[in-house]
């Protein structure tokens, strides 16, 4: 490892830090916009960040990662998207989510079909009201 961790924790605060074994070696730390805390070191060969650590190291255990209406399923591998959304509902940004950020959630499809803002008593065949003055309880 090119890195030796520290967290820190006493009465006072929390934090963490590292140290570079080699100090010519370029290192970062970001959160990046899903919530993942990632470190990686320069690669002078490909001229690229080489991410070797990340927490959560499931994406889908990032909180709300899909937000709204969104299910995370890192098993998706032919469309390459980590969330999805629920059957009736949609991306809120589909340009959001094409560019992997799926931070508006998703929105329903087509609007509730709904009495104004309120529910809308339905009964089961066979049931019986519990609103009517003659229901009984715990039967």
């Known amino acids: 490892a090119a890195l030796t961790p520290v967290f820190i924790v006493n009465d006072n605060m929390s934090y963490y830090t590292y140290s570079v074994y080699n100090s010519s070696t370029l290192t970062r730390t970001k959160i990046d916009v899903n919530g993942q805390i990632k470190q990686a070191t320069w690669k002078k060969s490909t001229e690229s960040w080489d991410v070797f650590w990340w927490r959560p ?3 889908c255990d990032v909180y709300a990662v899909c937000l709204g209406f969104g299910v995370c399923n890192n ?4 469309n390459m998207h980590l969330c999805e959304c629920l059957d009736g509902f949609e991306p809120a940004s589909a340009q959001e989510w094409e560019s992997n950020a799926w931070s508006g959630g998703c929105r329903r499809k087509n609007r509730l079909q709904c009495e104004g803002d309120r529910f809308t008593k339905t009964l089961i065949k066979g049931s019986s009201d519990p609103y009517s003055s003659n229901a009984t309880g715990g039967t």
């Open 75 to 78: 098993q998706l591998k032919e």
């Open 57 to 59: 190291a499931d994406q």
